[in-house]
């Protein structure tokens, strides 16, 4: 008979709790670029669609560094590909401060597209480690779990962005010493997380690519070695996939808080608020996904939140009050297990191609670089509700990869 895969194994506990936390800060940095989004809007009299900008900055950093922090990762190992994404986290934050000071937007841009960086490195690198610590068979349980505490970083952001930003903010407003001292803050906790992990001992991992004698869905060998890595079509669909996915996430992120304010009346600071509601159901999502994955297959779950996405963006769009805003926030449940099970799917049975993989999924988050700049266009001209049109699309490619293009082809 053939033994259960077991989550992980008893020597990763460490590594895996560790690992597990760094999740938390991106998250963290990613939720708290939509308060920022509001926030220049006020003080530096933006329209929502040069707000943008703040999302363009932060995730186009992942076309940049996907591929330069895959190789670094393949070099130099998990480890220090983790030290690296930290140390740029934190230059980014630490940058925050001359911007300020000068109130440079475009200053502003290279800040937040430096901390981008550092946060495609630490997605690059966690994800593929993640993976590795244990049984392919569990390598979504894993992530999914892992990406449940992206999802507390993602509800501490804008709650932490809130009380910090939106809180005292004042009509025509132009002081910039909030930002200032917030992302000096941060700096200096990533930098203490850093020397904190270059103290950690990490055990090696299992080759997860050595051909073995045990079940080849355990191992992740190359079913396919003849072939090279844009050969295996669940692999590029993958890619497309993640870039819908992020691209709907961002734009989706990023006017949340405008859509509550203007649709159902808050103020920006009760909208920030309600937005930890918003990615508490992310959390909720992540951890009610894990555990459907012991019954459901990855990807029939996928397929069914992707359906389930398109209908709620469909009610957003009508403007239906409260009905309105709750699918709203329901669109962060099932926008919950997307992103780590797209990754998860894309990554099976590349054997020595993993990492590299792992750098064109991560570059696939360049995709919340440009669609916040469509529906903050769309939000311009047509209306908040409307730009909610716009994700369908990305819905309809993440339906079909889970429903049919996920599959690993020998």
Not at 132 to 153: C, E, H, K, P, Y
Not at 194 to 210: E, G, L, N, Q
Request: charged share 10%; proline share 3%.
């Amino acid at each position: 008979m053939q033994q259960k895969a077991a989550f992980t194994d008893k020597k990763f506990l460490v590594t895996l709790v560790f690992v597990t936390s760094l999740f938390m800060f991106w998250g963290i940095a990613i939720t708290m670029a939509d308060v920022l989004n509001k926030h220049f809007q006020h003080t530096m009299s933006l329209s929502k669609s040069q707000s943008a900008f703040v999302q363009f900055a932060v995730f186009g950093a992942y076309a940049v560094m996907g591929i330069p922090a895959g190789l670094f990762m393949k070099r130099f190992g998990y480890k220090k590909g983790v030290l690296l994404g930290l140390s740029l986290f934190a230059i980014g934050a630490f940058l925050f401060i001359p911007a300020a000071n000068v109130s440079s937007f475009a200053f502003f841009g290279i800040a937040l597209f430096i901390v981008g960086c550092g946060l495609s490195t630490l997605e690059t690198v966690a994800h593929p480690f993640v993976a590795s610590l244990g049984d392919q068979r569990t390598s979504d349980q894993r992530i999914n779990f892992a990406q449940s505490f992206n999802a507390v970083g993602a509800m501490l952001g804008p709650a932490i962005g809130s009380y910090f930003l939106l809180r005292n903010n004042v009509a025509g407003s132009t002081d910039l010493t909030s930002v200032k001292v917030l992302y000096a803050v941060i700096g200096l906790v990533i930098l203490l997380v850093a020397i904190s992990f270059s103290f950690v001992k990490v055990p090696p991992t299992t080759d997860p690519h050595a051909v073995s004698e045990t079940d080849e869905a355990a191992v992740n060998v190359d079913v396919a070695p003849d072939k090279k890595l844009f050969d295996h079509k669940h692999f590029v669909w993958a890619v497309a996939a993640q870039f819908f996915n992020v691209a709907a996430q961002a734009g989706t992120w990023a006017f949340f808080i405008n859509y509550a304010h203007e649709k159902m009346g808050f103020s920006d600071a009760e909208a920030g608020n309600y937005m930890v509601l918003f990615m508490g159901m992310m959390l909720a999502g992540r951890f009610i996904g894990t555990f459907l994955m012991r019954v459901i297959a990855p990807n029939k779950l996928l397929a069914a939140f992707a359906l389930g996405n398109i209908i709620m963006c469909i009610i957003v769009a009508q403007s239906f009050g409260l009905v309105s805003f709750i699918a709203l926030l329901m669109i962060n449940f099932f926008f919950s297990i997307m992103f780590p099970t797209i990754f998860s799917l894309g990554l099976k049975n590349l054997g020595a191609r993993t990492q590299q993989a792992a750098s064109f999924l991560s570059m696939g988050v360049v995709g919340g670089a440009f669609f916040p700049f469509i529906m903050g266009a769309v939000a311009d001209k047509c209306g908040i509700e409307n730009a909610y049109y716009a994700p369908i699309i990305c819905y309809i490619v993440i339906f079909l990869f889970a429903y049919k293009f996920y599959k690993v082809k020998h």
